[in-house]
């Protein structure tokens, strides 16, 4: 099985969908994964898997913010949709 590591603005809708349905009122400490990668620096991060793959996905106030937003309107997401557009 292939281990995916995510950061906020890499997410899909897919992911998204994945997020939202196994964490549908948010996360909380105990699905928190913590470790380090390759450069030494530790990463927070939550997980949900699929048949082929493990998503990593960083945690940030960001994901927090988009899982909500997402979950309250699915249909104004896409695939293109870039979420580090929402950085400025």
Known sequence: MK?????????T????DLLIEKYPDGY???????FKNAKGEYIKAVEVRTEETIYLVKI???LEQTMEDY??????????????????
């Open 3 to 11: 281990r995916v590591i995510v950061d906020y603005a890499k997410l």
């Open 13 to 16: 809708t897919d992911i998204l």
């Open 28 to 34: 909380d400490y105990l699905d928190i994964l913590s």
């Open 60 to 62: 940030s106030t960001k």
């Open 71 to 88: 979950a309250e309107d699915e249909d104004s997401f896409d695939d293109e949709f870039q979420f580090n557009d929402l950085d400025s």
